[in-house]
């Protein structure tokens, strides 16, 4: 039996196993297959569906995980209408032990960037639209090093560099403009005070009355438009940039936040005892469990392990978190 399994740059690797075979044993051959032969972090596999990520115990056996994919495939084939969602298996890093100690050209390096890029396009990073810009920059002289107006005139997919959710909260905030009954009125006042990124959706508009979800994509395409305008004109300012350094800057911004290397969940408090907000992301690190309000930067608490009395799932997509001398806090996710 073949597994293959996946990983960062669209990378995929066959694998053989058999009935025997762990998750365990996939993650060593694949170490060793890599040349990492230590680590300063703890590499997995995971369980893969578009958004959804789930690591695999160690001991699972991997012929009953493709036996579940299959099984899952075949459901959904059966239900009319059902689009097929296609779960396959990833490795990469999923306990991060010690960040500065690894080198950032070696492969384990590699690995932690990559899982970097990834956390700030799933919206998991605390920080402001210049540093979204910056990073998205810095993103492509790694890649593609010095910016050629020939070759990069454009950004293809604005979402492989900026975060997806980022840009539609942004732009939800800004849809109101096109909804109001005097559009001409509304483009003047802001083209007046300052030529906006939604100054040319709005000219495109005037007089025209649309609904809610066209003012929606009307103002999510600009947003689009004005975020890879910005990364090509600071890509443009980093011209002579070594690549490694492109990607050890990205890095120092990574880590200015006490989160990162933390595996960071979104998840609703759901008692009403109003001890904290209620959306807001559990940052699970080496050390303990931070928990911080939703898109801030700085922790509402840091429990230390020792202090952790039980946690775990009572109930499906529930999650209960004891501290010692403390009422048991529940939680909430969507995964």
Known sequence: MVAVVYTYGDSECKITVNSATTAQDVVNNLMLGLGIRSSHNKFGLF?????????????SCVADLLAKFEKQKEMQQQQQGETVKKWRLFFKIHCFKSISAVPLDS????????QGCAQVLEGHFPTSEENLIKLGALRQQYLYSDYDPQEHSSISDVRQLYPWTKLMEEAETQKDFLGAKNITKTYESISRASKTWLGGTLSRLKGKEYSDEERSQEALTAKMGQVRSLILQQWQKLQGLPS???????????????????????VKYVLSDQRLPSDIWLAIGYTGVQIYEKNQSKAIRIIPYEEI???????????????????????????
């Open 309 to 335: 009395e039980s946690f775990g799932g009572p109930y499906l997509n529930k999650f209960k978190l004891v501290v010692v001398g403390e009422d048991a806090m529940l939680f909430e996710t969507n995964k």
């Open 107 to 114: 492969i384990e390096g590699t690995f932690l960037f990559e």
């Open 244 to 266: 490694e350094e492109a990607q050890k800057l990205y890095m120092d911004i990574l880590q200015s936040w006490e989160g990162f290397g933390s595996i960071i969940h979104d």
């Open 47 to 59: 369980e893969v569906c578009g958004e959804e990520s789930r690591f695999i115990q160690g001991r």
